[in-house]
């Protein structure tokens, strides 16, 4: 049990946060700026593709299951892979079709390369299914493990093959399918393909989850739609090398920000649990369930201890994380760090207000909101792209997540849902002052010394945590006891409480 916590969440995290730089550093290293801004537009694009053509299968899985019993969870599983695995291959094939007979003249890929991305997708589109039926199994653990092997160690491979041979954008699309092969293979210790044969596909269950799913469509469209435009549209006004130094800016935000979320998984996930067990509807009856009141309250304050001190080390620490982190053809990236760094911050704003209003089954006020705040963030985009450059994408990124979390947060009300006892906004306070003066002592006393400086810093914030008391056992117990507690059949209002694990670079 334990285990199945510290490793589902903190220790997760942590891993995460090994792994991640030492993947950034590495490939930035090893490829042209061209390829990586080329290999993150490919990843981008696979994400998007298995996000849009799930059509709410995944979140169907992440809502519905928990609580079921496993013949209704392999059938769930069952019917999603069979349906959308299908629909899978037609994207990867159609997809493939297309890039073969036109492609922008800029991203000039080769036909092998083409079969390569069509594999790529088909495979992930399989692996995320298995990822969201564990963690809709409360597996979390397992699908963990899962999401580090496929999402965050596939470049691991590069470490036999760097010493003897020139690694280019072909080798490493190629060397992604053949650990997404594998990958899947490894995810059938914990799905059972005897459990998973023995049920059969289902039609009506097919009508239950296009029903349910449907609806989030626009909440999906417009989260992707902000992660993923920018890099097409600086790529149209700029090109590859521009393209790279963003995202080399945005991948490193995102290292905190991927943590912040896969902490966020398993409080949002304890938090459905509470929501299920309150059968009223009315924002006022479950703003009074203490129990409910007590997991968004934890979710909030974790929210916010992981997402403050991220922004504040971009910001504050941008050259030795730049430095550090990077190859020295990535330098001057460090001025467009500033530009990037509330995005982590607002982007976790987002999950929670969004989060709470689908517990509130009030998903579609998330779905309209987040896709008009994705068609402001286009707009702004387009307007300022050509005069800011990367810059432009930056602050249109933060404009519409920042107001993104304001509309959602006031439709939310959010204010209601708080225990300001078990909140401590006096305490947080203290710690974003700790923060910020460690960052800025630690930077300013080991100039040159890049990792020295991060460490200490990080190790001054870390420890601001529990000597605040802002980190405590008693939220360790509380999970421990409400993981394993049974929990009523989730309510039909759509939700989500993970991330799409992909790959990243």
């Known amino acids: ?32 700026k061209e390829d990586y801004g080329l290999l993150t537009l490919i990843m981008l694009t696979v994400s998007f593709l298995t996000l849009i053509f799930s059509l709410g299968s995944l979140e169907y ?10 013949a209704d969870q392999y059938r769930t599983l069952r019917t999603v892979m069979s349906w959308f695995g299908r629909l899978a291959a037609v994207v990867a094939l159609a997809g493939a079709g297309l890039l073969l007979v036109w492609q922008p003249g800029k991203v000039g890929l080769v036909p092998h390369q083409v079969a390569a991305c069509a594999l790529i997708l088909f495979l992930t589109v399989h692996l995320t299914q298995i990822v969201y039926f564990l963690m809709g199994r409360s597996q979390y ?42 990958s899947l293979a490894v995810a059938l210790i ?31 469209m417009g989260e992707w739609i902000f992660q993923m435009q920018d890099r097409y549209i600086l790529l149209a006004f700029t090109n590859l090398e521009t393209v790279a130094d963003y995202t080399l800016c945005f991948n490193l935000a995102w290292v905190g920000t991927a943590t912040g979320t896969a902490l966020l998984d398993l409080l949002i996930t304890e938090f459905y649990k509470a929501r299920n067990r309150v059968p009223a509807r009315h924002l006022d009856d479950l703003t009074a369930h203490a129990p409910l009141r007590k997991a968004f309250t934890m979710m909030l304050r974790y929210g916010l201890l992981l997402g403050l001190p991220i922004v504040l ?66 707009i702004l985009s387009l307007l300022l792209t050509p005069w800011l450059a990367a810059r432009g994408v930056a602050l249109s990124g933060c404009l519409a997540y920042g ?16 225990d300001w006892t078990e909140l401590h906004p006096g305490r947080l306070l203290a710690f974003v002052l700790l923060c910020t003066g460690a960052l800025h002592g630690a930077v300013a006393g080991l100039p040159g010394h890049p990792l020295a400086a991060l460490l200490l810093a990080g190790a001054a914030c870390l420890a601001a945590m529990p ?26 209002g759509p939700g989500s409480g993970a991330p799409p694990p992909f790959p990243d670079a």
């Open 467 to 492: 000597g605040l008391g802002l980190a405590r056992l008693d939220d360790i117990r509380h999970l421990l006891q409400t993981m394993h507690a049974p929990v009523s059949e989730p309510g039909d």
């Open 313 to 378: 080390a971009l910001w504050i620490a941008r050259d030795p994380i730049v430095r550090l982190l990077s190859s020295p053809q990535f330098a001057q990236a460090i001025p467009l760090m500033r530009w990037v760094a509330p995005l982590p911050g607002l982007y976790l704003l987002v999950i929670i207000a969004g989060r709470t209003l689908v517990a509130m089954d009030r998903g579609t006020i998330v779905g309209i909101g987040t896709l008009c705040a994705a068609g402001v963030n286009l």
């Open 190 to 220: 914990w799905v059972k393909p005897r459990n998973l044969l023995a049920q059969a596909p289902s039609r009506p269950l097919l009508r239950d989850i296009l029903r349910f799913g449907i609806p989030l469509m626009p909440m999906i």
């Open 61 to 70: 899985m992440l809502r519905k299951l928990p609580g079921r019993p496993a």
């Open 403 to 418: 107001g993104l979390a304001l509309y959602l947060g006031f439709r939310a009300r959010l204010w209601c849902w708080v």
């Open 141 to 182: 653990a397992q699908s963990r493990l899962m999401m580090l092997l496929y999402a965050d160690a596939w470049f691991l491979p590069l470490l036999g093959f760097m010493w003897w041979m020139q690694i280019d954008i072909s080798f490493m699309l190629w060397l992604w399918t053949v650990w997404l092969a594998g």
């Open 1 to 32: 049990m334990l285990f199945n916590l510290f490793f589902a969440s903190f220790g997760y995290v942590a891993i995460r946060m090994l792994i991640a730089p030492v993947r950034i550093k590495l490939l930035t290293s090893l490829l042209t």
